[in-house]
């Protein structure tokens, strides 16, 4: 039949079965209005709502934090390479999935595979185990900038100089070292920054190992409760509260961006720092490693496989062109990590010089590397307190953005569970803030002496590596293998107006796959016990720990998938299409369609039987 009937088919069916009626959602159902429940379901008050929104979901601290630290690991411009590769390959492609499936079913992470493929439900619980994890540690980082903002309230900032009470002999001023005379009479060989030491002894009190937790800084306890507060009153209205305070959340960080990368890139060493960054060590790319935390990071940035971009997708009106604007925040979201690597990189080049030592030995590459580099670089602007505090209110509209844009993900997935429950009243509200105290409570673990341990043990397994790589690949199986990338696109067209190019419908069907698998398997193959600045080796309880996290979700696909064949009585055709109790059995179904319980499915028999 032609594409036009097809369509057409399509359209009948939008009309019948998702269209609202007056008062209702997409996705409301003949049943639920007779059974009382309140599927009232917001939509964005308009089209920048939602821009900036998704833009303030992942362009944040992945991008200013985590991409140059990985980079930095991974030797600069080697890292480029793959990083670019997964972009095309993987990022793009399952960013702009996520969002289409979630405006085409106006549901969120979760019961938007019901009305896809019910059979790969399991996809999205394991993206709320995984956000639920990424939401305990990511507002850690926040904390730690809310904790820097406190200490910028002062004439001299703190990590400017030594001879503080947390500072040791070896700590030497960039003043001191200016002096030729008095650096070669002191011969001191092996000395540290005052910045890096206010982090790792002051911020941190870092203790020997996870081993030995210590006590909870209550500097830090107060900080995390003070952006969990904040967090709770941004989305807990939803997203019409979300869709407001995004609109200077999501804008200021990028003026404060720039200022540090005209700064950093003016300072002497800048261009021996941005050569590093842009020069790729081949050899490099024979580290799978390199090519792991490529794919994650692009995973990690885009904040896909974890249901909140599905969600936020999900509160569109059903003809916006998400496909255009995917691709615009796309360029966005990189373009944003590749500015803060000359920021970042800059700054590396000129604290290379000051030791004259090489770039790659000049700091940690850990995740406190964005706060050894940032901070230094406001050091020598002038009216560095100023500077200080507006650089550390930039770190935390940036950071809280994206926290509460992935909480209300968690949300949104989590209620449209259990709608007739959570909507009403103040339910959700209520909700809302036992979630964030919970998370509060185990985020704690985090600001004791040795939480940085345990903060990266969660970045490491729990929230990003295999289990992201796990998700995806499963999610491009569910839609273009089973559903078929050939439905998918007509739903696309049928949304807004036209069919995008072959790139995403092969990237969905051969090329994120094989870049997750290989992945995968190199991940395995190639394993090497998680360390800490290269000197701390993890004890073998904590990896299984890790291991433990990352499994947390990575089961749940498998899991819900026996449950529902368990369910079926060995067949796989009548009881899943039973699941879907608003929609008739068709006359006729395809052996590959029994999994794929979608309108699409439904669509292609009506074909057929015309």
Known sequence: MATKEKLQCLKDFHKDILKPSPGKSPGTRPEDEAEGKPPQREKWASKIDFLLSVAGGFIGLGNVWRFPYLCYKNGGGAFLIPY??????GGLPVFFLEVALGQYTSEGGITCWEKICPIFTGIGYASIVIVSLLNVYYIVILAWGVYYLFQSFQSVLPWSLCGQKWNTPTCVEDT?????????????TNFTSPVTEFWERNVLSLSTGIEDVGVVKWDLALCLLFVWVICFFCIWKGVKSTGKVVYFTATFPFVMLIVLLIRGVTLPGAAEGIKFYLYPDVSRLADPQVWIDAGTQIFFSYAICLGAMTSLGSYNKYKYNCYRDCLLLGCLNSGTSFVSGFAIFSVLGFMAQEQGVNIADVAESGPGLAFIAYPKAVTMMPAPTVWAILFFVMLLLIGLDSQFVEVEGQITSLVDLYPSFLRKGYRREIFIAIVCFLSYLLGLTMVTEGGMYVFQLFDYYAASGVCLLWVAFFE?????????????YDAIEDMIGYRPGPWMKWSWILITPLLCVACFIFSLVKYTPLTYNKVYTYPDWSIGVGWVLALSSMICIPLVMVIRIVQSDGSLIEPLWQQRRSEPKPAEVKSRHTLCIGPMARVKVRIATQ
């Open 84 to 89: 670019f590769i997964f972009l095309f390959g």
């Open 176 to 188: 001191l070292r200016k002096n030729k005379t008095l650096w070669l009479s002191l011969n001191i």
């Open 476 to 488: 491009c199986v569910a839609v273009a293998w089973v559903y078929g990338a050939d439905n998918m």
